[in-house]
């Protein structure tokens, strides 16, 4: 035994329990003006402020006796100015965060205090006896407040087993039941108590003392302070509960260092662990029925101790779980240890067989499966995050088991079944659980052949499901992902169908224009990205990806037909080059004109979007692709759609001008047609030509059917007459294009059309066409060079300096010697 006094004293300890409800009592040993300070505020209206004030100028005025006595070495008036001085701490007027101020005061005075007792110990005074001396205290909270600062001293200087000051302290420290005050005592006996613990290798540790004893108080005063705490809720009226449960808030870290003090004893083994200190620990989270209590502590528990221990004891702490009051956020907490136990198996791949050993996998998700069996009204939100934290343990515990990752996804989908499309945090949470296969696996193959993976996209709002379908586009682009058959296509385009086919909100919802734009270029480069060696193959995945964006509504076409157009481009080229080494039935169903009667499908359904420019683009480079094969009915048949659309869909005069000058340019390089087939479709440009609205935009486009005259690279176009003849017309409608300018502005205009003719009689002339003579140029020279001087003529910057760089061009043609000078000789400028 300690003390004699000690049993002597829990009489008058249990006297003082019911000191709480007391709630002003003040010391008649204060002074006169200590007295009319609190007489003061017993008057006023009860102020937080004023009673902190109050408390503070009590405490610290004692202090200064305190210290006064410490510094003339009177124990007798130190202890009595210290009782007073803690007194202040019996307030039951201030919330914790004020009390905490007061403490902290007191806190700073006590190791002052407690530095006093060492030196006192050293000398002559005996601290067995100042250890009954400060029981003599006349209220029990400074009383015990006193206690553990002596009992620190006590068992620093080791007259006396650490574990028996230890127990005697925190049986004492019963005698305080009010809450606030008893978790402020209970705190600092832990604080002063923690560096003194009998642990391994700690100076305390002994015969008398083991690691055992340490932990008996440290979980026998959790315990305790987890009782006060939980008594909280029911101190005060009910009104009142949604303040006090946040001033419990406020006061859960006292509770939590408790365990973190566990922690940090290094005597405690995997063990004893498991045997003493984890079945204690979960004993009390369970008995005190307390929602806020019980998440908070059983986080704490995965935040201190070791990975390694929960992994171990992983049924154990499992097992409390369903135990839990329904409204714990049980999801919280069983997220938080898998996310722990995948980065504990993530930090080295030695430790993974641990998890194989304790069937980890099954334990958790069978844990998971408990709890929310016992929470009927957990929201799909709290289901979802957990099945995505286990799918993210089994990802990095078991990347090889893909059957765990779709029985994950399969549970998911039974518990979101019947709830129609999800909405708000639970698809956040459905994203981050089909995301995490493709950012583990970088290969979304590995997605395609999980079956319940298309289930749980049916479940998102559509969207919800466009930003998956983001998500899946964006990892095959980044890994770029070879997407190599047609089922693995079909299977991602019915993944994806988010984006190329419209949902049901798309009528009603006005998307963003930019938005929708880079969502469908996404889509094309999918599309594009599609590749395989074997040509039918290939032209399966052409077929497969035209059934699924056909449906896609005329506003997706126009973005998802042209990357299919030229992908199917590619395979006839590619088709066309391997033709004379593969044989026939190796190429039977993947021919050129298999893939042009595809194609030319494809196009018509652009054309009646409407598109019209678009399908006219696409059909002249089918035609030109048809070229290259030699076929020439299928070039034929593509330029006659191209003919058609237009003289019927393009009506607007730019969009003419453009979609002419590609007729023209793609014609110009076609060699596989016959004469007849050729006459024919450079008679309907050059017609079309003519039909232009503006003069300039007929003067052009009529020279430029010069070119389907005059074809270097292919024999036997070489009609110097019909060149001259487009080029003469097209001076006819310059020159017209000239008297309207006066007639309407009164001058003459630019004489830029003049100079265009000029340049394109010289490039003939030059390429050997006998029917453009020097003359003739001559001509044009001195029209151009009387237009620019006449006095009606408009300034033409532009056309001043053209015409300068073609009289350098002619100039530099005779510098150069040989035959090109002597043809050019002639010409003066």
Same mark, same amino acid.
């Not at 004469?675 to 486009?701: F, I, M, W």
């Not at 001509?779 to 015409?803: C, H």
């Given at each position: 035994?300690?003390?004699?006094?000690?049993?002597?004293?829990?009489?008058?300890?249990?006297?003082?329990?019911?000191?709480?409800?007391?709630?002003?009592?003040?010391?008649?040993?204060?002074?006169?003006?200590?007295?009319?300070?609190?007489?003061?505020?017993?008057?006023?209206?009860?102020?937080?402020?004023?009673?902190?004030?109050?408390?503070?100028?009590?405490?610290?005025?004692?202090?200064?006796?305190?210290?006064?006595?410490?510094?003339?070495?009177?124990?007798?008036?130190?202890?009595?100015?210290?009782?007073?001085?803690?007194?202040?701490?019996?307030?039951?007027?201030?919330?914790?965060?004020?009390?905490?101020?007061?403490?902290?005061?007191?806190?700073?005075?006590?190791?002052?205090l407690e530095i006093f007792f060492k030196e006192e110990s050293r000398r002559s005074c005996s601290i067995i006896e100042l250890y009954e001396l400060v029981q003599h205290a006349g209220n029990i909270l400074p009383r015990l407040y006193l206690l553990c600062t002596v009992g620190s001293v006590y068992i620093k200087s080791k007259e006396a087993p650490a574990k028996d000051i230890l127990k005697d302290l925190v049986e004492m420290c019963r005698g305080i039941q009010h809450p606030l005050r008893g978790l402020f005592l209970r705190s600092y006996l832990s604080q002063v108590s923690r560096d003194k613990l009998p642990d391994i290798g700690s100076e305390y540790e002994g015969d008398e003392n083991t690691v055992m004893d340490a932990v008996e108080f440290?979980?026998?005063?959790?315990?305790?302070?987890?009782?006060?705490?939980?008594?909280?809720?029911?101190?005060?009226?009910?009104?009142?509960?949604?303040?006090?449960?946040?001033?419990?808030?406020?006061?859960?870290?006292?509770?939590?260092?408790?365990?973190?003090?566990?922690?940090?004893?290094?005597?405690?083994?995997?063990?004893?662990?498991?045997?003493?200190?984890?079945?204690?620990?979960?004993?009390?989270?369970?008995?005190?029925?307390?929602?806020?209590?019980?998440?908070?502590?059983?986080?704490?528990?995965?935040?201190?101790?070791?990975?390694?221990?929960?992994?171990?004891?992983?049924?154990?702490?499992?097992?409390?779980?369903?135990?839990?009051?329904?409204?714990?956020?049980?999801?919280?907490?069983?997220?938080?240890?898998?996310?722990?136990?995948?980065?504990?198996?993530?930090?080295?791949?030695?430790?993974?067989?641990?998890?194989?050993?304790?069937?980890?996998?099954?334990?958790?998700?069978?844990?998971?499966?408990?709890?929310?069996?016992?929470?009927?009204?957990?929201?799909?939100?709290?289901?979802?995050?957990?099945?995505?934290?286990?799918?993210?343990?089994?990802?990095?515990?078991?990347?090889?088991?893909?059957?765990?990752?779709?029985?994950?996804?399969?549970?998911?989908?039974s518990k979101i079944s019947g709830k129609g499309k999800l909405e708000g945090k639970a698809t956040k949470q459905i994203v981050a659980l089909l995301s995490a296969p493709l950012e583990k696996y970088s290969d979304i193959d590995i997605a395609l052949k999980l079956s319940n993976y298309p289930l749980v996209m049916e479940y998102l709002d559509d969207s919800t499901n466009k930003v998956m379908s983001n998500v899946i586009i964006q990892s095959i682009m980044k890994n770029k992902t070879h997407i190599s058959t047609a089922d693995k296509v079909g299977a991602l385009f019915e993944l994806i169908k988010g984006l190329i086919k419209d949902l049901d909100s798309d009528s009603n919802d006005e998307m963003d224009e930019d938005d929708f734009k880079e969502e469908q270029n996404f889509v094309a480069r999918l599309i594009q990205m599609l590749y395989n060696d074997n040509?039918?193959?290939?032209?399966?995945?052409?077929?497969?990806?035209?059934?699924?964006?056909?449906?896609?509504?005329?506003?997706?076409?126009?973005?998802?037909?042209?990357?299919?157009?030229?992908?199917?481009?590619?395979?006839?080229?590619?088709?066309?080059?391997?033709?004379?080494?593969?044989?026939?039935?190796?190429?039977?169903?993947?021919?050129?004109?298999?893939?042009?009667? !595809? /194609?030319?499908?494809?196009?018509?359904?652009? =054309?009646?979007?409407? $598109?019209?420019? @678009?399908? %006219?683009?696409?059909?002249?480079?089918?035609?030109?692709?048809?070229?290259?094969?030699?076929?020439?009915?299928?070039?034929?048949?593509?330029?006659?759609?191209?003919? !058609? /659309?237009?003289?019927?869909?393009?009506?607007? =005069?730019?969009?003419? $001008?453009?979609? @002419?000058? %590609?007729?023209?340019?793609?014609?110009?390089?076609?060699?596989?047609?016959?004469?007849?087939?050729?006459?024919?479709?450079?008679?309907?440009?050059?017609?079309?030509?003519?039909k232009l609205l503006k003069k300039p935009d007929q003067c052009r486009a009529v020279y430029a059917c010069s070119h389907l005259f005059w074809a270097e690279d292919q024999e036997g176009i070489k009609d110097g007459e019909r060149v001259l003849l487009c080029l003469k017309r097209a001076l006819r409608i310059a020159n017209a294009a000239q008297q309207m300018a006066n007639v309407t502005k009164g001058s003459s205009g630019s004489v830029i059309l003049f100079i265009e003719i000029l340049n394109k009689y010289l490039y003939f002339f030059e390429k050997g066409n006998t029917q453009i003579t020097v003359a003739s140029i001559q001509g044009l020279i001195e029209l151009v060079t009387n237009e620019m001087q006449s006095d009606s003529a408009t300034s033409d910057p532009a056309a001043d300096a053209f015409f300068s760089s073609t009289i350098r061009y002619i100039q530099s043609q005779k510098a150069k010697g040989g035959a090109t000078a002597e043809k050019f000789e002639p010409i003066k400028v």
């Amino acid at each position: 035994m300690l003390s004699p006094n000690l049993k002597a004293d829990f009489p008058k300890l249990n006297s003082e329990i019911e000191d709480f409800n007391l709630q002003h009592i003040h010391r008649s040993t204060h002074t006169n003006t200590d007295r009319s300070i609190r007489n003061m505020i017993s008057d006023a209206v009860e102020d937080e402020e004023k009673w902190l004030t109050a408390g503070i100028a009590g405490l610290q005025q004692n202090a200064f006796y305190m210290h006064r006595a410490l510094d003339s070495n009177n124990v007798k008036d130190a202890l009595k100015y210290s009782a007073q001085m803690l007194s202040e701490l019996r307030t039951s007027r201030l919330s914790p965060h004020k009390y905490y101020e007061l403490y902290m005061r007191a806190f700073d005075e006590l190791r002052k205090l407690e530095i006093f007792f060492k030196e006192e110990s050293r000398r002559s005074c005996s601290i067995i006896e100042l250890y009954e001396l400060v029981q003599h205290a006349g209220n029990i909270l400074p009383r015990l407040y006193l206690l553990c600062t002596v009992g620190s001293v006590y068992i620093k200087s080791k007259e006396a087993p650490a574990k028996d000051i230890l127990k005697d302290l925190v049986e004492m420290c019963r005698g305080i039941q009010h809450p606030l005050r008893g978790l402020f005592l209970r705190s600092y006996l832990s604080q002063v108590s923690r560096d003194k613990l009998p642990d391994i290798g700690s100076e305390y540790e002994g015969d008398e003392n083991t690691v055992m004893d340490a932990v008996e108080f440290v979980l026998q005063n959790f315990t305790e302070m987890n009782k006060l705490w939980v008594r909280m809720q029911h101190q005060g009226p009910a009104r009142e509960k949604e303040k006090r449960e946040k001033e419990r808030n406020e006061l859960r870290d006292l509770v939590g260092k408790n365990l973190h003090v566990l922690s940090q004893i290094e005597g405690i083994d995997l063990e004893m662990y498991r045997d003493v200190v984890l079945p204690r620990i979960l004993e009390q989270v369970v008995n005190c029925k307390d929602e806020l209590a019980q998440y908070y502590l059983m986080d704490c528990i995965i935040q201190v101790f070791p990975d390694e221990y929960h992994l171990q004891t992983l049924e154990t702490l499992l097992g409390a779980c369903p135990q839990l009051q329904p409204s714990v956020d049980i999801k919280t907490v069983l997220s938080g240890l898998m996310d722990r136990l995948s980065n504990y198996a993530a930090s080295s791949v030695e430790v993974l067989p641990e998890f194989v050993q304790v069937e980890a996998f099954a334990k958790l998700n069978s844990a998971i499966g408990q709890v929310i069996e016992a929470q009927p009204d957990m929201p799909v939100f709290g289901a979802v995050t957990l099945y995505s934290s286990l799918l993210t343990f089994t990802l990095h515990v078991h990347p090889d088991r893909l059957d765990y990752v779709d029985q994950i996804l399969g549970a998911c989908v039974s518990k979101i079944s019947g709830k129609g499309k999800l909405e708000g945090k639970a698809t956040k949470q459905i994203v981050a659980l089909l995301s995490a296969p493709l950012e583990k696996y970088s290969d979304i193959d590995i997605a395609l052949k999980l079956s319940n993976y298309p289930l749980v996209m049916e479940y998102l709002d559509d969207s919800t499901n466009k930003v998956m379908s983001n998500v899946i586009i964006q990892s095959i682009m980044k890994n770029k992902t070879h997407i190599s058959t047609a089922d693995k296509v079909g299977a991602l385009f019915e993944l994806i169908k988010g984006l190329i086919k419209d949902l049901d909100s798309d009528s009603n919802d006005e998307m963003d224009e930019d938005d929708f734009k880079e969502e469908q270029n996404f889509v094309a480069r999918l599309i594009q990205m599609l590749y395989n060696d074997n040509p039918e193959e290939m032209l399966k995945i052409i077929c497969t990806v035209k059934k699924h964006i056909m449906t896609g509504g005329p506003k997706r076409l126009p973005f998802t037909i042209p990357p299919l157009i030229y992908n199917a481009l590619k395979l006839v080229r590619r088709v066309q080059s391997q033709e004379e080494n593969a044989s026939e039935e190796a190429t039977a169903s993947a021919t050129p004109k298999k893939i042009f009667q !595809i /194609l030319n499908q494809t196009i018509e359904v652009l =054309s009646t979007v409407p $598109v019209p420019e @678009l399908a %006219l683009r696409l059909y002249l480079e089918c035609a030109e692709a048809a070229n290259d094969c030699d076929l020439e009915p299928v070039a034929y048949e593509f330029f006659t759609q191209a003919y !058609i /659309l237009y003289e019927e869909e393009i009506s607007d =005069s730019k969009a003419q $001008v453009t979609a @002419l000058y %590609l007729i023209i340019g793609t014609l110009q390089r076609m060699h596989t047609f016959g004469v007849e087939n050729r006459d024919t479709l450079t008679h309907k440009a050059t017609g079309y030509s003519a039909k232009l609205l503006k003069k300039p935009d007929q003067c052009r486009a009529v020279y430029a059917c010069s070119h389907l005259f005059w074809a270097e690279d292919q024999e036997g176009i070489k009609d110097g007459e019909r060149v001259l003849l487009c080029l003469k017309r097209a001076l006819r409608i310059a020159n017209a294009a000239q008297q309207m300018a006066n007639v309407t502005k009164g001058s003459s205009g630019s004489v830029i059309l003049f100079i265009e003719i000029l340049n394109k009689y010289l490039y003939f002339f030059e390429k050997g066409n006998t029917q453009i003579t020097v003359a003739s140029i001559q001509g044009l020279i001195e029209l151009v060079t009387n237009e620019m001087q006449s006095d009606s003529a408009t300034s033409d910057p532009a056309a001043d300096a053209f015409f300068s760089s073609t009289i350098r061009y002619i100039q530099s043609q005779k510098a150069k010697g040989g035959a090109t000078a002597e043809k050019f000789e002639p010409i003066k400028v």
